[in-house]
């Protein structure tokens, strides 16, 4: 009986501080909203059409690192040189990957161009891009002209036709741009690949916006972004490229970096010339072994790597999402301890030992309740507002499914982090990627 009371305790002081924690999210996000909507009364939300005509001209280099993607590359690639127009995709490989250089052999486009990592892979994303960012610079020198800037994306992505006129027309303001990631709906795994739904709907609808608001920077996604040529430029210096190869999580860390050089970042939801949001599309890991392992090394690359690489620089508001950033374990830690109290108080009632529910302060557990239904509350709007009422409705049992990959996934992130920590070396731990039959649906 104690240790489930204690336990409970535990856990809802947890839910407390993080519930606070969450609210004031929401209210950076409000906040906002109503800003916005006052300037909007006085001007037209913009869209791609009203965009002001770039102030400079030249092209924009795509890279996409591909390891082992043979399976979705082609699809991939043929989607978005059929979207885009002036831009020159750089597609790095590995020598010892012959199935994915014979898909791009196959590909007829001027436009692309191979370029094979000088060791046998997988090495690291990083690494891949760093070869990339090299050939890149190369070519440059040859042609006597640079690119504008770098996009990223990923050998899954499908891409919005607009995008790169969004680009065009922002980035001499900003050394940064990252637009919305939406995961694409799984009909045949709506519980593990749906939990991405939930997440990603909020993530990139408030979140995001909310850390714009105060200030902090803004992380890349490491899709569906694009770098300021210069800027990348200012972050190499005495590097071998700006990706830190030795980084589970490249792209997160690039973006905070940036922001600790003096470069601006911005998250852009603009709406196309299609009427849809100009966003990357993409399907996330549909079984329960790939949502652990994605996750893992997210967890470990922002919360633990992160946090031994990137240190607590910035200000409050900077501090305070980089502390968000890496809550990640002490949440998981956090939930496992009250699903073992709710599983200890519900033995205790079946043998007639324990009636009052773990007998917690009625303050406490009122506050904790009507934190954790708004929460509840709050994502499955974004969700409505992403994905429609069926899937909304879905978050809400989906939160469990997602705690208990968010456990086994932080399980995971302290043993990929300490064999790093152990060998001195990281790995390309990736998981297996699918497009889909229409990218447009």
Known sequence: MIAARELALFAAAGFLIGGIDELLVDLAWAARSLRRAVAFRRRPRATVATLPLPAASGRFAIFIPAWDESAVIGAMLRHLLGSFGDCVVYVAIYPNDPATAAVLAAIADSRLRVVVNERAGPTTKADALNTLWRAMRADEICDGAKYRGVVLHDAEDVVHPDELIVFASLIDRFAMIQLPVLPLVDRGSRWIAGTYLDEFAEHHGKTLLAREETGAGIPSAGVGCVFARAALETVTAGRDGPFDAASLTEDYELGLRLRAAGGRAAFVRIEGSDG???????????????????????????????????????????????????????????????????????????????????????????????????????????????????????????????????????????????????????????????????PLS
């Open 276 to 438: 849809k949001l100009v966003a990357t599309h993409e399907h996330f890991p549909a079984t329960l072994e790939g949502a652990i392992k994605q996750r893992g090394r997210w967890i470990a690359g922002i919360a633990l790597h992160g946090w031994d690489r990137l240190n607590w620089h910035g200000g409050v508001a900077e501090r305070w999402m980089r502390a968000r950033d890496r809550r990640t374990l002490i949440a998981s830690t956090v939930l496992a301890a009250g699903y073992v109290a709710l599983l200890l108080w519900a033995g205790l009632w079946l043998f007639g030992r324990g009636t009052r529910f773990f007998d917690l302060p009625a303050w406490l557990t009122i506050s904790v309740t009507a934190l954790m239904v708004w929460r509840l509350a709050v994502r499955a709007a974004f969700v409505v507002a992403a994905y429609g009422w069926r899937q909304g409705l879905l978050s809400f049992p989906r939160t469990f499914v997602a705690n208990a990959i968010l456990i086994a996934a932080s399980w995971r992130a302290v043993r990929l982090y300490r064999e790093s920590r152990r060998s001195g070396m990281v790995r390309w731990d990736k998981t297996a990627h699918v497009f889909p039959q229409s």
